[in-house]
């Protein structure tokens, strides 16, 4: 079982990036998908969460109406789509993949906004 994210990299402030999140392995539309960060020094924050069909997205206040989450179960993808990307948001993020039984998460990827 894989997860693999990518599309990390440094942007400018007010910039955007698309995150992907392949899974292998796994029977992807049986899994909750969640997307997280970690900064430096801080404790591991959801970001936004979605169901195996895709609908009923969750978002963390910090990132509603900037960010949107999504998946494409036939490519076994998930994807989070950040805009107008703030310093703050400088984290590595990881996806991760649950349901009842299992727990499966990537190895992140790294985001930095500056200048």
């Known amino acids: 079982v894989q997860l693999v994210e990518s599309g990390g990299g440094l942007v400018q402030p007010g910039g955007s990036l698309r995150l992907s999140c392949v899974a292998s392995?796994?029977?992807?539309?049986?899994?909750?998908v969640t997307w997280f960060r970690q900064a430096p020094g801080k404790e591991r924050e959801l970001v936004a969460r979605?169901?195996?069909?895709?609908?009923?997205?969750f978002y963390a206040a910090f990132v509603t109406g900037r960010f949107t989450i999504s998946r494409d179960n036939l490519k076994n993808t998930a994807y989070l789509q950040m805009n107008n990307l703030k310093p703050e948001d400088t984290a590595v993020y990881f996806c991760?993949?649950?349901?009842?039984?299992?727990?499966?998460w990537g190895q992140g990827t790294q985001v930095t906004v500056s200048s």
């Open positions: 991760n993949a649950v349901n009842r039984e299992l727990d499966y």
């Open positions: 979605i169901n195996g069909r895709g609908d009923s997205p």
């Open positions: 392995g796994i029977t992807f539309n049986r899994f909750i």
